[in-house]
C-alpha cells in the first residue's frame, strides 16, 4: 500500500496504515494520509502522466490503492479546465478559468473523494458503509458501492430534492430522511453506524476522500503546464476540497513538481450559512456552530465543519479570504455561468461566479490575475432547488 | 481546412467544402465530409495519439475544424469505457462494456455533434443556429451557440421534460414548444430557418455533426487497444451515432489502425416508435414513418430519420441487427445498471441494457462475446419522464 502513515491533523499521533481507522483516537480530529514521496517523486514526473488513463487514478503514487484492480472506478477526475473568456469579459477579468465537475460519474466532485474511500473501505474489509449527506456525497457513495458490491447506508435532510432519493436508491442504497440538516443526519448516522459496524464516510471522518479530492489540486497544477493559478474560488460546505487542494500543493512542491508559489484561496459561502466566512472575519482557529442555515446551494448547508480549522489555516496562509453571497445573486452567477459559456453549473458554481464579481468590484483581483472559479456539480440535479428562484 | 470533399451519401454529386450546406442539392440526401486520409494516416498514430488532449478533438486530422482556436469546445468525447463485471455476471455474460457519455458537456451525447457543427457555423460566417429537438440536442446546440456567441432557435415537442426548457433558456437560447413530436418541430424549425436565414442544424441536415458522433467509435478502438468489440448495442432515434461509428470504422481501417473485422451493429428502439427494427424485420432500404410514436426515452421518439438508410445498411452489412423493447424493459434495463455498475443512466441507456438481455436469452450473442453498451446521457435529465414508471 502506498500509504506510509496516518497523522493527525491537530495532535502528533501517527497512526500505522491498514486498519479501519476513521478519526485520532486521542484528540478526535481528521487523519492525513502520508506517502513516501521521495519515492514517489522518481515516477510521478509530468513526462510520464502524459500517457495516464483519464481519471484521478493517474496519480496513483501518492493514492491510497496501488492495485489498479482493487480500485472501484467509474472514471471520476481529469476534469476539464476550461478557459472562460466571454464570462471573463463580463466580470472585467482577462483570464478565468471554470474547473468543471459536472461531468464527473454522478454529477459532482463527490465522486472523487467517495472513489477512494469507498475502495478503501473494501480494501480494509468493510462489508457496509454509511454516511450522511446534503445530496451528492450521498448518491456518490451509492454508486460506488453498487460498483464494488458493498452495503450502503445514507442519511439526508429530508427537505432534499427527490431527484437524490430516486438516484441514490436506484444505486441500491438504503436511504433514511431526517428532520433537519446534515449535522443532525450525520448525529443519526454516527448512532446507527456504531450499533451495526458500518464503516462511516462522513466528510473527514475517515482519512481517504480527500485524497480523492486532492487530485484536484494535481489537475489544475498538470493543466497549467506545472503552475498554479493567482486565484482559486472554492464553495465551501465541509472544505474536503479546499483542504486536500492544500495537502496535494505541498505533496507537488516536496517533489519538485511546483514551487513554493501558492494561490491565494478563496472560501465561498453563503449568506444563509457562512460559518467560515464569520470565523475567517474576526480571526478564529476555528468555526462555531451556524444557527438557523440555509440555502438552495444544499452543498452549502453546513453548519459545522469537522475540518473547519483546516480550511481557515489553508485560506489564512494563503493570504485569501473567505466570502459570502446572497440567494439571489448565487442565481444570478448560475445564469452568468450558463449564459456566457454554457455551463448549466450547480448553485454553488454559481456561487463562485458571484463571489468573484464581487471581489472583482472591491479590487481583490486585479484585470490580469489567473482566477480559476470551482462547478463542484452539474446543475441537472438541482432543479428543484433552483425553479422556484429562477 | 482538414475537409477536402462533401459526398452526397445517396447519389453521387460531390461539393467543395467552405460553403455553408445542407443536403444535397440534387437528391436532398446527408452529406459525409471526407479527408486526405493518407496525409491523416502519417500522424494519426496510437503512439502520438497518447499524449494529445483529452476530448473528441484528439483526432484532429479527421475532423472538420484545424484551428484549436476556432473549436467550440467544452470537453466533449473521450467518455469512459467502463468494463462492468457485475452486470455481465448479472446478464450471463463475460465481456460486457459501457460506453458512459452522461459525463458530456450537456449531459449526453450530443455534445459531440454540436461542437463539432456550431463550430463549423461558426467558421462559415453563420449568426444564427437552429434545429429541432426531444431536448438534449437542443440544450446542446444551445450551449456550444453561447460558447461562439451565436444565437441560436430550438423548437421541442410541447410535452418534453421542464428541465430542458429551464437548461436550453439558461444558455440564452430562444426554445420553441411545438404541438407533436420532433418531425413536427422540424417542420417548424425548417420553416423558420428559411424565413429567417438561419443555419440548420437537425440531425444529418448539415454535414459536420455526424463527424462529431463519429469519434466514438475513435474512441472504441483507442480504449480497446485498436481492436473492435464484436457487438456494440446502440440507442437509435436519428442514428447519428451509428451512421458516424460506422464512418468512422471505414476512415481508420483505410488509415491502417484497425483491420476489416467489424462489430455487429445493434440497433435498439423502443415497441412504440420501432421503425428501423420493422424495416430491418422486413428487408426494406428505408423505414417508413412510425404512427403514433410514443416512448419515454425521448431521444428514441423519432418516427422518421433521415439517415434510415444509412443505419440500415451498416446494421445489414455488420451482420446485426435491430430489435425494440418495452417501456417497462426500458426501466427494467435502467436499473439493473444503476444497482450493478452505480451508473444513472437514460432510459435509452437502458434500452440498451434490457435489448442485451434479450438478445442473450435469444442466444444470439455468445457468453465470451465481448459486447460495447451505450449509455448516451445522463438520467437526471430524464427524472420528469421516469418518475410515473419507476
Redesign the interface.
Known amino acids: 500500500m502506498p500509504v506510509i502513515r496516518l497523522d493527525c491533523t491537530k495532535c502528533d499521533r501517527t497512526f500505522a496504515p491498514g486498519a479501519v481507522l476513521n478519526l485520532c483516537t486521542s484528540c478526535s480530529a481528521p487523519l492525513f494520509a502520508r506517502y513516501d514521496l521521495e519515492r514517489a517523486a522518481k515516477t510521478l514526473r509530468p513526462e510520464a502522466l ?2 495516464r488513463e ?2 484521478m487514478w493517474r496519480y496513483h503514487e501518492v493514492m491510497p490503492v496501488e492495485d489498479p484492480a482493487q480500485r472501484l472506478s ?2 471520476e477526475g ?3 479546465l ?1 478557459h472562460a473568456p ?1 464570462l471573463s469579459e463580463w466580470l472585467g477579468l482577462k483570464r478565468v478559468m471554470v474547473k ?1 465537475e459536472g ?5 459532482s466532485f463527490k465522486a472523487r473523494g467517495l472513489s477512494a474511500a469507498v475502495s478503501m473501505a473494501k480494501v480494509l474489509g468493510a462489508k457496509a458503509v454509511c454516511l450522511p449527506s446534503a445530496g451528492n456525497a450521498g ?1 456518490a457513495l ?6 464494488g ?1 458493498l452495503e450502503a447506508h445514507v442519511f439526508v435532510p429530508k427537505d432534499i430534492a ?2 437524490f432519493l ?2 441514490t436508491r ?3 442504497a438504503h436511504v433514511e430522511t431526517v428532520d433537519g440538516l446534515i449535522t443532525d443526519a450525520g448525529r443519526v448516522c454516527a448512532s446507527l453506524a456504531r450499533e451495526h459496524g458500518w464503516y462511516e464516510c462522513a466528510t473527514l471522518k475517515e482519512p481517504y476522500r480527500v485524497e480523492g479530492k486532492k487530485t484536484m489540486g494535481y489537475e489544475l497544477a498538470e493543466q497549467l503546464d506545472w503552475t498554479l493559478p493567482d486565484v482559486i474560488l472554492y464553495p465551501t460546505g465541509g472544505g474536503t476540497g479546499l483542504i486536500g487542494m492544500w495537502k496535494a500543493f505541498e505533496e507537488m512542491e516536496t517533489m519538485g513538481l511546483i514551487g513554493s508559489k501558492r494561490p491565494r484561496m478563496v472560501a465561498v459561502q453563503a449568506e444563509g450559512c457562512a460559518p467560515i466566512v464569520k470565523a475567517h472575519a474576526e480571526g478564529q482557529p476555528d468555526a462555531p456552530m451556524w444557527p438557523g442555515a440555509t440555502t438552495h446551494a444544499h452543498g452549502l448547508r453546513v453548519p459545522k465543519a469537522l475540518g473547519d480549522f483546516l480550511i481557515l489555516r489553508a485560506v489564512k496562509a494563503s493570504g485569501g479570504t473567505a466570502i459570502s453571497v446572497t440567494e439571489e445573486e448565487i442565481v444570478q452567477g ?2 452568468e455561468l ?7 453549473a450547480a448553485p454553488e458554481g454559481g456561487a463562485c461566479v458571484a463571489a468573484l464579481r464581487k471581489l472583482q468590484s472591491a479590487g481583490q483581483v486585479a484585470p490580469d490575475e489567473s482566477v480559476v472559479v470551482f462547478n463542484t456539480g ?4 438541482y ?1 428543484e432547488n ?2 422556484p428562484l ?1
Chains 1, 2 share one sequence.
Open positions: 502524459a500517457t483519464r481519471s467509474l472514471g481529469y476534469t476539464p476550461l466571454r468543471d461531468g464527473n460519474p454522478t454529477g448518491s451509492a454508486a460506488y458501492a453498487a460498483r458490491g427527490s431527484l430516486m438516484e436506484a444505486y441500491g448560475t445564469k450558463a449564459a456566457s459559456e454554457g455551463l448549466f452539474t446543475g441537472f440535479k432543479v433552483m425553479t429562477w
